[in-house]
């Protein structure tokens, strides 16, 4: 079997890799109510039928007047808060419209994205986040990526919490690679203006979340 596609002559990067089957786990959406720690969770606010903002950082849940309420960031600042151990202002937002981030194999890769049938959604809750091959992906700088483990990695988890930092390019030895950084870094670069350490991977190693 030939190592390259039909589709411009590009590698098949699964069958290089030994691994057409590996995949990592996409994201669920689940009510805060539901989940017992919320401190540092990744999460979505809004309202069913209207729609729903991501990027936030949650903390435990607070009661006031009988209602319980989430403590709810934008993600810089809640990084900046926890990195430089400074207290931020987090609004309160009703915990019946907060839904948390949950890591799961339940929600598989799915077909191309121009297939905008396929791509509709319920507006009950905000949908799940199915992982996408950073080669499908039209622009990529400053996504949310995950590292699959190498054939020579030798802890063999996959690594998220890392942004995208370049779009795909061709590297020194021939690779086509993308540059990540951890997701610290990439806001300190935001809040600081300090430049993130880098690291190459080729592009079947990674995915966006």
Known sequence: MSDFSTDGDLPNWDLIAGNSERTPAGIELVPAASVRDLRGGRAMVGLPGLGWR???????????????????????????AEAEQTEVFAPLIPIERVWVERITSKVTATGSDSNLVGRLVSLDAPPPRPPRP????????????????????????????????????????????????????????????????????????????
């Open 54 to 80: 991501g990027d936030l950082r949650i903390d435990d849940a607070v009661v006031q007047a009988s209602r319980t309420y989430v403590p709810v960031l934008p993600e810089q600042e809640w990084y900046r």
């Open 134 to 209: 950073i080669r499908t992906v039209g622009a990529v700088t400053g996504l949310r990526v995950v590292r699959l483990p190498g054939p020579t990695d030798k802890i063999g988890t996959d690594e998220r919490d890392l942004r995208a930092v370049t779009e795909p390019y061709s590297g020194a030895d021939g690779d086509i690679c993308v540059r990540v950084s951890t997701e610290l870094s990439w806001y300190r670069w935001a809040w600081s203006g300090q430049a993130p350490k880098t690291l190459e991977l080729p592009i079947h190693l990674v995915w966006v979340e």
